[in-house]
């Protein structure tokens, strides 16, 4: 359990002194956003995430009943399973912090549940800069749930880049809602 907590401790630490201030994404996110393809090497993409571990109250790893994946799935469904993101970025703001707050507190309450996130981008850049970026993105993701006390073992990240959008359209309304972290509950225990 201290091992837990210091190495819960170093983490934060670590984020905390690595931590750059992340872009303005007020409002929809989608107004925050810019145009261009994000190939120019100018990407803005701070190096740590842009996101804080404020507020972060983990309980080291302890967790609690036995979860059915199905009924964990549709929990997390009901309390936000995506976050979005701004533009070339894979910043957490406030907003999807909280998302991932609220599905860590089911994460951790439940024992057995792995997870898979997708990270996802919207079609402008290249096919590899956004397989990239959506790696990025499911990894930010990935290291917020970590850091909140979750296994991570339990978490598989993969990036689907731009081939997989919610919503069709050459729009900023629909490159917004493409620009994404969802989770998915895959199933039971992770192989030890």
């Given amino acids: 359990m201290l091992k837990r907590l210091l190495a819960l401790s170093m983490i934060v630490l670590v984020v905390a002194a690595c931590e750059t201030t ?93 997870v898979t996130i997708e990270g996802h981008t919207d079609e402008r850049g290249t096919r590899e800069y956004n397989i990239a970026l959506g790696d990025r993105r499911a990894t930010a993701v990935r290291d917020y749930l970590v850091a909140y006390g979750i296994d991570a073992a339990s978490i598989r990240t993969i990036s689907y880049g731009e081939e997989r959008p919610a919503v069709l359209g050459s729009s900023e309304a629909a490159w917004a809602k493409n620009r994404r ?4 509950v895959t199933g039971g225990a992770p192989s030890s």
Avoid: H, M, N, W
């Fill in 181 to 184: 972290g969802v989770t998915v």
């Fill in 22 to 114: 992340p872009e303005d994404t007020s409002a929809t996110g989608a107004s925050a956003s810019g145009g261009g393809s994000g190939t120019t090497g100018t990407s803005g993409i701070p190096s740590s995430g842009g996101y804080t571990t404020s507020g972060l109250s983990g309980t080291g790893g302890q967790r609690g009943i036995p979860g059915d994946p199905a009924e964990v799935e549709r929990q997390i469904a009901s309390t936000g399973d995506t976050v979005y993101f701004a533009f070339d970025s894979y910043s957490l703001d406030s907003s999807a912090q909280q998302a991932l707050d609220r599905q860590a507190a089911l994460l951790l309450k439940y024992t057995g549940i792995t």
